[in-house]
C-alpha cells in the first residue's frame, strides 16, 4: 500500500513537472476568494459562507504550492428538537494545485487542520461542548486562468465523535462554489 501511494505521488508531481501551464512570469501569487455551499451532511448545519486567502509559488509550470487560512462560517439549524448554535472555521493548510495548461481545467487540494470557533455548546439547549478542530482537507476541481479561479469544492472538518448529540452527528463539512482572484507577486 505504501508503495502505491508513493508511485501515485511521484506520477502526480512528474505530471505537474512536465505539464505547461500558467505564465513563469508569475510564479508567486496571491490567492483571495469567496465560497458557498450547503452543508453536507445537514445534521446540524444547514449552510455556510467564507472568505479564503492563499499564499501560491509554482513549483514547476503546471504545479503549485502554498499556504491557506480564511473564515468560513456555518449557519447551524434546527434538527429535530436540538437548536445548533453557528460556528465557524478557520484553516491553516497547505494547498497544492494541478494544471494541465495555462487555462482551463485543474485540480487542487488543501490540506491541514481546522480550527472551530463559535459558542461552546453544539446547540443551545444542550450541554454537549462543540469540538476545537480536526484534519481540514477541501479537494477541488474547476476552471482558471492567469487571474480568476472557478471551482466546485468541498469543504470537510474530520472532528471523530466529538460534539454529538444523540443520534445527531457533530458534521463540519459544505459541497459548494468559491470564486478566487490571484494577485500576481512576480518571480
Known amino acids: 500500500?505504501?508503495?502505491?501511494?508513493?508511485?501515485?505521488?511521484?506520477?502526480?508531481?512528474?505530471?505537474?513537472?512536465?505539464?505547461?501551464?500558467?505564465?513563469?512570469?508569475?510564479?508567486?501569487?496571491?490567492?483571495?476568494?469567496?465560497?458557498?455551499?450547503?452543508?453536507?451532511?445537514?445534521?446540524?448545519?444547514s449552510s455556510n459562507l467564507g472568505l479564503d486567502l492563499g499564499y501560491q509559488h509554482l513549483v514547476t509550470p503546471g504545479f503549485g504550492l502554498g499556504i491557506v487560512t480564511g473564515y468560513n462560517q456555518f449557519f447551524g439549524k434546527?434538527?429535530?428538537?436540538?437548536?445548533?448554535?453557528?460556528?465557524?472555521?478557520v484553516p491553516l493548510a497547505a494547498l497544492f494545485r494541478y494544471y494541465p495548461q495555462t487555462s482551463g481545467f485543474y485540480l487542487g487540494a488543501d490540506l491541514g487542520y481546522g480550527f472551530i470557533t463559535g459558542d461552546k455548546y453544539v446547540a443551545s439547549n444542550s450541554p454537549v461542548e462543540r469540538p476545537?478542530?480536526?484534519?481540514?482537507?477541501?479537494?477541488?476541481?474547476?476552471?482558471?486562468?492567469?487571474?480568476?479561479?472557478?471551482?466546485?469544492?468541498?469543504t470537510k472538518v474530520f472532528t471523530g465523535n466529538e460534539g454529538n448529540i444523540g443520534s445527531q452527528d457533530y458534521s463540519v463539512g459544505a459541497l459548494g462554489l468559491g470564486i478566487g482572484y490571484n494577485l500576481p507577486l512576480g518571480k
Do not use: R
Not at 508503495?3 to 510564479?27: C, E, H, P, R, W
Not at 434546527?78 to 472555521?89: E, L, M, P, S, T
Open 1 to 45: 500500500m505504501k508503495n502505491i501511494k508513493k508511485t501515485v505521488l511521484a506520477l502526480f508531481l512528474l505530471s505537474g513537472m512536465m505539464a505547461s501551464a500558467q505564465d513563469t512570469a508569475y510564479t508567486n501569487m496571491l490567492k483571495v476568494g469567496v465560497n458557498g455551499g450547503i452543508s453536507v451532511p445537514s445534521e446540524n448545519a
Open 132 to 154: 476545537s478542530g480536526g484534519l481540514y482537507f477541501k479537494p477541488e476541481v474547476g476552471y482558471h486562468n492567469i487571474n480568476w479561479n472557478f471551482a466546485l469544492q468541498y
Open 78 to 89: 434546527d434538527n429535530g428538537g436540538i437548536k445548533n448554535n453557528d460556528f465557524a472555521v
